[in-house]
């Protein structure tokens, strides 16, 4: 079911409902499901991606995109590049990395540029 969030994005008061709130710095979860299609890696960006109430029948179109990577050019999918967001709602219930957890009074989310250190060959 979709909800009103209401949120600080650097800085700024957001009100949007949604059916699913991502953050995302990379374009994709696992399976190659891209929720955040121009979202990088190495940019220094969080992308906040709302995904909004659709009907029934765009169910099949939605789960098409989002398996191609053109979920960001249907009309229900909204993003915004932000590197902090508050979300102050009691019991808010998340997923992260996969496991499910519910946060009693709300979630402070930012990007760390440049936190992880990655050697190759």
Wanted: aromatic letters at 10%.
């Amino acid at each position: 079911m979709p909800k009103t969030y209401e949120m600080i994005v650097d800085g700024k008061i957001m009100i949007k409902e949604g059916f699913l709130l991502s953050f995302a710095n990379s374009s994709q979860y696992g399976n190659n499901m891209r929720i955040a299609p121009k979202a990088k890696l190495d940019n220094g960006y969080l992308e906040l991606v709302i995904l909004k109430a659709f009907p029934k029948h765009a169910i099949m179109d939605i789960l098409y995109r989002f398996r191609k990577g053109t979920l960001n050019r249907c009309k229900y999918y909204e993003s915004h590049k932000c590197k902090k967001v508050i979300i102050k709602e009691k019991d808010l219930r998340m997923h992260i990395d996969g496991e499910p957890v519910t946060y009693q009074n709300g979630v402070k989310i930012k990007i760390l540029p440049k936190a992880l250190k990655v050697i190759v060959p």
